[in-house]
């Protein structure tokens, strides 16, 4: 039974490592590298959950001497020309695609008129290399010569251990980026920052899905900017239509499994990645408590 057991796994393994090497041929820009320059030698990352205003609120000293990283649609709100942050990343593809459902499109516009507008300090943008082939978000934000825009590999890379270790070295490829929390802590794992912390990653959306009578599956995804309006919608596929249940369930166990790829890569490093979020459902990585935290 073991041998059988074994050969299965490396029959998968196998498996994971051909289709990865597919990817990687056919949809990686092998000379990508991030920007090695940083401020400080640790990061922050700041998710969109419900609880980030809060925390920001109760422990401003918290973002003291650190690198401040935001995602998705955290430039517009209030918070962006407050704390000012030196990196942006996003990973959503309905932020540059043209073929997608009208509400998408609206909100990509309005994201990159902010930040258009808004950003008057260096600002290091990450998005993915398959966005450089669609222009109207570039378009919008190429009269602010204070972005400046980087691209990244998120090609999926699976298999054996010592084959997604060097895909990762080299930035080819990275974890199953399901959620925007994955790039931003490769990149972060890539220009090699000492401590990594993670602020805002609520991530406790299993409580927040319904089904409706006519069995469309609804996800009230709430953020810190939407707390009180935000409403249960279907969850998109790249933009359109709607995931059912299984297709919804399978995307969060998809990130929340990634997440421990990145932690075992992060151990590998050497860099420790501390979530700081009181209450999330991100289990991979240790725990502080910010009343704890000495600045």
Same mark, same amino acid.
């Given at each position: 039974?073991?041998?059988?057991?074994?050969?299965?796994?490396?029959?998968?393994?196998?498996?994971?490592?051909?289709?990865?090497?597919?990817?990687?041929?056919?949809?990686?820009? +092998?000379?990508?590298?991030?920007?090695?320059?940083? +401020?400080?030698?640790?990061?922050?990352?700041?998710?969109?959950?419900?609880?980030?205003?809060?925390?920001?609120?109760?422990?401003?000293?918290?973002?003291?001497?650190?690198?401040?990283?935001?995602?998705?649609?955290?430039?517009?709100?209030?918070?962006?020309?407050?704390?000012?942050?030196?990196?942006?990343?996003?990973?959503?593809?309905?932020?540059?695609?043209?073929?997608?459902?009208?509400?998408?499109?609206?909100?990509?516009?309005?994201?990159?008129?902010?930040?258009?507008?808004?950003?008057?300090?260096?600002?290091?943008?990450?998005?993915?290399?398959?966005?450089?082939?669609?222009?109207?978000?570039?378009?919008?934000?190429?009269?602010?010569?204070?972005?400046?825009?980087?691209?990244?590999?998120?090609?999926?890379?699976?298999?054996?251990?010592?084959?997604?270790?060097?895909?990762?070295?080299?930035?080819?490829?990275?974890p199953r980026p399901h959620?925007?929390?994955?790039?931003?802590?490769?990149?972060?794992?890539?220009?090699?920052?000492?401590?990594?912390?993670?602020?805002?990653?609520?991530?406790?959306?299993?409580?927040?899905?319904?089904?409706?009578?006519?069995?469309?599956?609804? +996800?009230?995804?709430?953020?810190?900017?939407?707390?009180k309006t935000s409403k249960?919608?279907?969850?998109?596929?790249?933009?359109?239509?709607?995931?059912?249940?299984?297709?919804?369930?399978?995307?969060?166990?998809?990130?929340?499994?990634?997440?421990?790829?990145?932690?075992?890569?992060?151990?590998?490093?050497?860099?420790?990645?501390?979530?700081?979020?009181?209450?999330?459902?991100?289990?991979?990585?240790?725990?502080?408590?910010?009343?704890?935290?000495?600045?």
């Amino acid at each position: 039974m073991k041998i059988l057991l074994f050969i299965q796994e490396h029959l998968r393994k196998f498996y994971q490592f051909l289709e990865s090497l597919v990817r990687l041929l056919l949809l990686s820009k +092998i000379s990508l590298k991030v920007n090695r320059r940083k +401020i400080h030698n640790d990061c922050l990352i700041l998710g969109n959950g419900p609880s980030l205003m809060n925390d920001i609120i109760s422990y401003p000293d918290f973002l003291e001497n650190k690198d401040l990283i935001c995602v998705n649609h955290f430039p517009s709100t209030e918070l962006y020309e407050k704390i000012k942050p030196g990196l942006f990343i996003t990973s959503a593809p309905d932020l540059w695609l043209d073929e997608i459902d009208e509400r998408f499109v609206n909100q990509s516009k309005l994201l990159f008129d902010n930040m258009a507008s808004k950003t008057n300090w260096p600002l290091e943008f990450y998005i993915p290399y398959e966005a450089k082939k669609h222009k109207r978000w570039q378009n919008q934000l190429v009269s602010n010569n204070n972005i400046k825009i980087n691209y990244y590999n998120n090609i999926p890379v699976e298999g054996w251990e010592w084959f997604k270790n060097l895909c990762f070295n080299i930035e080819w490829g990275m974890p199953r980026p399901h959620n925007v929390m994955i790039p931003s802590m490769m990149i972060s794992l890539w220009k090699r920052y000492e401590t990594i912390y993670l602020l805002g990653t609520d991530h406790n959306w299993l409580k927040d899905i319904s089904v409706a009578d006519n069995n469309d599956v609804l +996800i009230n995804q709430k953020h810190f900017y939407d707390e009180k309006t935000s409403k249960g919608l279907p969850l998109d596929k790249r933009g359109k239509g709607k995931r059912n249940l299984a297709e919804l369930l399978h995307k969060f166990m998809t990130a929340f499994s990634s997440y421990f790829e990145v932690r075992a890569y992060s151990d590998y490093l050497g860099v420790k990645i501390l979530n700081a979020t009181k209450g999330s459902f991100i289990d991979a990585f240790d725990r502080i408590q910010l009343k704890k935290v000495k600045v």
